[in-house]
């Protein structure tokens, strides 16, 4: 673990606090409530370190979905957070402005072309988005109307 | 990026069509449609059980989909060195020519994954190398799964599929190894 691994958990551990602060205040006046539940994540760069993971239960208190932070390091992201239900789930990355992409650089003859090819699509802000694996790499900022649609997909929960 | 003769195509769309049928199974459980699920490993599960272990597939198929795209991966770029050596053979091998082709055949399989890596490097460029060093960095975590080795950098599905689906494109879009490239044939 270094300096910069230590940075960065505590870093990834504020994005997702107040993504979950979010989604609390997005489901405040359904009938889902909202546990935050202590877990631990450990990673090469960082060590280990505890983060929250957010549970949303019906009335019943039955769990209708969860939100698990996997980890800050991912390729081309500073953060992953999986939203699991019982028939899907789904995967959300903290991005930067523009997305990460991949440098191809070709050498024939001794000449050198250069192209960037983006990851995602669509990444026109900072934010957590949600990565769309069947269209191939479309990322979609999360918002609250898209976490309804995400929440449904992923438990058939509709919120109301 | 993926081109239309894409060797990881056939891997990337079993992942999606097995995530497809465990959504669709999870739906038939939720709504009671047991009938469809005779005949099946989940027959007799409780509802419980049965949602455990899709969840537990779900998990399983994403890290299997990074161990299978590597595999078929690293095959291919031992079958371009492969077939590169195949012109240390020409029309009229020396002996010597004949001894190196051997070499390289037998030990080629030995050969370490980013010591591999590096020889495409002129073709790939450095970061795409680098990236794919991380996905095998990844690839062996899943592989050896020890619960005491913190994970290394995570890689989605996607990622992997397109970093490698790159470099495959890359190479076969190269002069040196597109079908039909000539080079001088003779050894020394």
């Not at chain 1, 949303?56 to 991912?74: C, H, I, S």
């Not at chain 1, 769309?132 to 898209?146: F, I, Q």
């Not at chain 2, 161990?67 to 590169?84: D, G």
Request: proline share 4%; hydrophobic share 40%.
């Amino acid at each position: 673990m270094n300096e910069n691994g230590v940075e960065a958990a505590k870093t990834f551990t504020e994005s997702v606090d107040n993504l979950f602060s979010e989604i609390t205040s997005w489901v405040a006046d359904t009938n889902l409530h909202t546990t935050l539940q202590p877990t631990e994540i450990s990673e090469e760069t960082t060590g280990k370190y505890r983060i929250n993971k957010l549970t949303l239960a019906d009335t019943n208190g039955k769990m209708v979905a969860e939100l698990v932070p996997v980890g800050a390091f991912v390729i081309g992201a500073s953060g992953r957070i999986n939203l699991n239900g019982k028939i899907d789930d789904a995967i959300l990355l903290k991005l930067d402005a523009g997305g990460p992409a991949m440098d191809i650089e070709t050498t024939v003859a001794g000449v050198t072309e250069s192209k960037t090819v983006p990851f995602f699509r669509n990444v026109k802000e900072s934010g957590w988005y949600w990565i769309e694996s069947s269209r191939l790499g479309r990322a979609n900022l999360l918002t609250k109307e898209l976490f309804a649609e995400l929440l449904w997909g992923v438990s058939e929960y509709a919120l109301t | 990026m993926p081109s239309l003769n894409n060797i990881l195509e056939p891997v990337w769309e079993t992942y999606q069509t097995t995530r497809d049928c465990l959504k669709i199974t999870s739906k038939s459980i939720s709504k009671n449609q047991f009938a469809i699920l005779r005949n099946t490993k989940f027959a007799g599960n409780t509802v419980d059980a049965a949602e455990l272990l899709i969840s537990d597939s779900r998990k399983n198929a994403e890290d299997f989909v990074i161990l299978s795209l590597w595999a078929v991966f690293e095959r291919k770029l031992l079958e371009y060195i492969q077939n590169k050596g195949k012109k240390l053979l020409g029309t009229t091998p020396t002996i010597f020519c004949s001894n190196l082709h051997q070499k390289i055949e037998r030990d080629m399989e030995y050969w370490k994954s980013n010591d591999l890596l590096e020889l495409f490097k002129p073709v790939a460029g450095h970061d795409l190398v680098g990236k794919a060093k991380q996905v095998k960095q990844y690839r062996d975590w899943i592989a050896h799964k020890n619960p005491n080795k913190p994970s290394p950098a995570n890689v989605l599905p996607l990622e992997a599929y397109k970093i490698l689906s790159a470099i495959i494109t890359t190479i076969e879009q190269h002069p040196d190894f597109k079908k039909g490239a000539v080079l001088n044939d003779s050894c020394m």
